[in-house]
Every structure is written in C-alpha cells, then in structure tokens.
C-alpha cells in the first residue's frame, strides 16, 4: 500500500477550474490503479475518476465526464485532478485512492488505501 497526500483545493467561483494532486510514497516500485472520490457533507462518498497503472486507461463519472480530466506521472509518482467548469454541486472533500483496477474503482470496490482529502468549494 501507498502513503497518499492530496493537496491543490480550495475556494473557487461556478466556472472556474482547480488542479488537485495527490503525492504517493510508499511501495513506489509497484504501480497502482488511482483514483479520485468525493463525499459532500451529508452525503455517502462517490466515484470521480480513475486511471490505470500505465495511465492508458481512464474512467469517469457522468457527472464530471467532459469537465474533468485524470492524469498520472509515473516519474514523480502523483497522480493529478483537472477540474474545470466547476458547478456548486462539485463542493466536497476530494480523495485520492489506490488499487488493483481502475475499472474495479469505477465500480465502487477495490480500494486498498485513501488520503485524508482537501476540501473543494465552488461559490460566489
């Protein structure tokens, strides 16, 4: 397992754009599936995306799909969150996640270790 550090949120205004980055250390010889989650205050943590361990393969929720991109660099071990056209419905703690498969993350199951999150904020 990974020790994963999220970082990049913040307070932004509907339609702006923010870059989330989580910082892996740990078994860096192995590469993961990694993916992003997030859970808004009252409500069960989602799905947001998630990447496949050579960065070929992508996976999105549809309510980010368009809007958000996924991205991984192997060489500084961090895995990134492109956010944009950001809506007040995207407001929440983000988490990144590590696993066996992306597509088994895409699905809810699988995760093996998490983040503590960063907070994201859309409002005027």
């Known amino acids: 397992q990974l020790q994963l550090v999220e970082s990049g949120g913040g307070l932004v205004q509907p339609g702006g754009s923010l870059r989330l980055s989580c910082s892996a250390s740990?078994?860096?010889?192995?590469?993961?599936?990694m993916g992003w989650f997030r859970q808004a205050p009252g409500k069960e943590r989602e799905f947001v995306a998630a990447?496949?361990?050579?960065?070929?393969?992508?996976y999105y929720s549809d309510s980010v799909k368009g809007r958000f991109t996924i991205s991984r660099d192997n060489t500084k071990n961090t895995v990134y969150l492109q956010s944009n056209s950001l809506k007040p419905e995207d407001t929440a703690v983000y988490y990144c996640?590590?696993?066996?498969?992306?597509?088994?993350?895409?699905?809810?199951?699988?995760?093996?270790?998490w983040g503590k999150g960063t907070q994201v904020t859309v409002s005027s």
């Open positions: 996640t590590q696993g066996t498969s992306a597509q088994e993350m895409a699905n809810n199951v699988g995760m093996q270790s």
């Open positions: 740990g078994r860096a010889d192995t590469l993961y599936a």
């Open positions: 990447i496949s361990r050579g960065g070929k393969t992508t």
